[in-house]
C-alpha cells in the first residue's frame, strides 16, 4: 500500500437508524435501519429514481433525513463539525462539473484541502499523497492537462483521485465508475476492495452493473420503486429473484461451471 492509503484518522462506524426519505409524497424508504463497519465494501443497487443518490447525500451529512437518523460514530451526522467530518469520510456525487480551467495535479490536489493549515498548498506529504494517488488511478499521463479538456472518463478518474487524496476512511461514491472502460472499471473495484480488506476503509457505491457488484462487494443494499430495501451480504441480497423484482426485468443466472453472472433473459414484463 502507498502513503496515501493509510487514512489519517480511524475509519468511523456508521449507523443507519429507522431512516426515512421521500420525495414530494412518496416515499423513496422508510424505516431503513442497517451498519456500515470498517472492512466492509458495500453497493447501492436499484433502477433509476429509487433515491439512490439521496441516500447518498444523507450518509454524507448534506441533508437531514425525512425521519430517523444516521450516526457517525455516535454523533448525529448533521451535526457534525464539518471540518471533523472531512476528515472522516469523502463524498463523490454522481455529478462534478467543472467551472474553470485549472491542470489535473491541481483538482486532484483540492482534496487535500480538510488536512491543510494556514493558506499553504503543496506541503510535502500532500505533494507525495496526489502523485502516489494519481498513479494508481492512471493519470500520471494527464499531470498538466486541463480538465476543461478530458474526457468523461478521464475526468472521473480526477474526481475519484481528488476524493481518495482527501485520506478519509469512509468513502461514499456515487456511481464512480460511470463513464470509464472496463480496464478503469475493474482497476477502480479493485483497487476498493483492497482498501477496505485491509479494514482502515469502509466503502459505500452506487452500482448499475450486478455482476461487478456481486463481484467485489462484501454487501449490498437493493432499492426498489415500491420503497422496499434489501440489505445484507451480497451473496444473499443479489439474487436472480430478488433483483429481477427491484429491477422489474426478469433475470436469470448462468454458468460455465466456474463463473456465474446474472443476465436479463430476453423478456420484458413485471416481476
Not at 455482476?211 to 422496499?228: C, F, K, P, V, W
Request: proline content about 6%; charged content about 20%; overall charge neutral.
Amino acid at each position: 500500500m502507498n502513503h496515501w492509503s493509510t487514512p489519517l484518522a480511524p475509519c468511523p462506524s456508521l449507523h443507519l437508524r429507522d431512516v426515512a426519505l421521500r420525495t414530494g409524497s412518496r416515499v423513496l424508504v422508510e424505516h431503513l435501519s442497517m451498519a456500515i463497519a470498517p472492512g466492509e465494501f458495500w453497493c447501492v443497487v436499484g433502477p433509476n429514481g429509487v433515491g439512490k443518490s439521496t441516500l447518498m447525500g444523507v450518509l454524507a451529512g448534506l441533508r437531514a433525513p425525512d425521519g430517523g437518523e444516521v450516526r457517525i460514530d455516535g454523533t448525529p451526522v448533521t451535526r457534525a463539525a464539518p471540518a471533523a467530518l472531512a476528515r472522516q469520510r469523502a463524498y463523490l456525487p454522481q455529478a462534478v462539473h467543472d467551472t474553470f480551467s485549472m491542470a489535473v495535479q491541481d483538482a486532484v490536489r483540492v482534496g487535500r484541502h480538510p488536512h491543510m493549515s494556514g493558506w499553504g498548498w503543496g506541503q510535502g506529504d500532500d505533494d507525495r499523497v496526489v502523485r502516489d494517488v494519481m498513479t494508481e488511478l492512471d493519470l500520471d499521463a494527464l499531470t498538466t492537462r486541463d480538465v476543461l479538456t478530458l474526457s468523461g472518463g478521464e475526468r472521473q478518474r480526477v474526481s475519484l483521485a481528488a476524493a481518495m487524496a482527501q485520506q478519509a476512511p469512509l468513502l461514499l461514491l456515487d456511481e464512480p465508475v460511470a463513464h470509464l472502460d472496463l480496464r478503469h472499471q475493474i482497476l477502480v473495484l479493485e483497487l476498493l476492495r483492497r482498501l477496505t480488506t485491509a479494514g482502515r476503509h469502509a466503502a459505500i457505491v452506487i452500482l448499475h452493473d450486478l455482476n461487478l457488484a456481486r463481484r467485489y462487494a462484501t454487501h449490498a443494499l437493493l432499492m426498489s420503486e415500491d420503497g422496499q430495501a434489501l440489505h445484507g451480504p451480497a451473496p444473499d441480497v443479489l439474487t436472480p429473484a430478488q433483483c429481477s423484482r427491484a429491477l422489474r426485468t426478469p433475470i436469470v443466472s448462468v454458468s460455465d461451471g466456474l463463473y456465474t453472472a446474472l443476465i436479463p433473459n430476453g423478456t420484458t414484463g413485471n416481476s
